[in-house]
Nanobody, 123 residues
Framework: QVQLVESGGGLVQAGGSLRLSCAASGRTFSSYAMGWFRQAPGKEREFVAAISRSGGTTYYADSVKGRFSISRDNAKNTVYLQMTSLKPEDTAVYYC????????????????WGLGTQVTVSS
């Protein structure tokens, strides 16, 4: 199982940008599809973005499409989430996740979760 540690969260004004990073342990990072989920106060966790093992295919929730971009660096065992044009409704704890397949990660859920990083967008 892969261990995941997120960083890069914080407080930003609406319209601003943040980049989240997720460092994964182990030597098999490239064997995992990676992604991000989020959970806002009082709401269920929801899918945000996912990327295939090679990085060649990405998936996004409709609510973030065109504003967020997921990428990965397999040499650094790291996945990123670049967030732009942030809105107050993007406020949530963001979780880095891993799974053996990106489609399964999106539809059935991840196999591994990080502890999360808080993102707060002020209006």
């Amino acid at each position: 199982q892969v261990q995941l540690v997120e960083s890069g969260g914080g407080l930003v004004q609406a319209g601003g940008s943040l980049r989240l990073s997720c460092a994964a342990s182990g030597r098999t990072f490239s064997s995992y599809a990676m992604g991000w989920f989020r959970q806002a106060p009082g709401k269920e966790r929801e899918f945000v973005a996912a990327i295939s093992r090679s990085g060649g295919t990405t998936y996004y929730a409709d609510s973030v499409k065109g504003r967020f971009s997921i990428s990965r660096d397999n040499a650094k065992n790291t996945v990123y989430l670049q967030m732009t044009s942030l809105k107050p409704e993007d406020t949530a704890v963001y979780y880095c996740v891993a799974g053996l397949d990106a489609v399964v990660l999106v539809t059935a859920g991840p196999s591994s979760w990080g502890l999360g990083t808080q993102v707060t967008v002020s209006s």
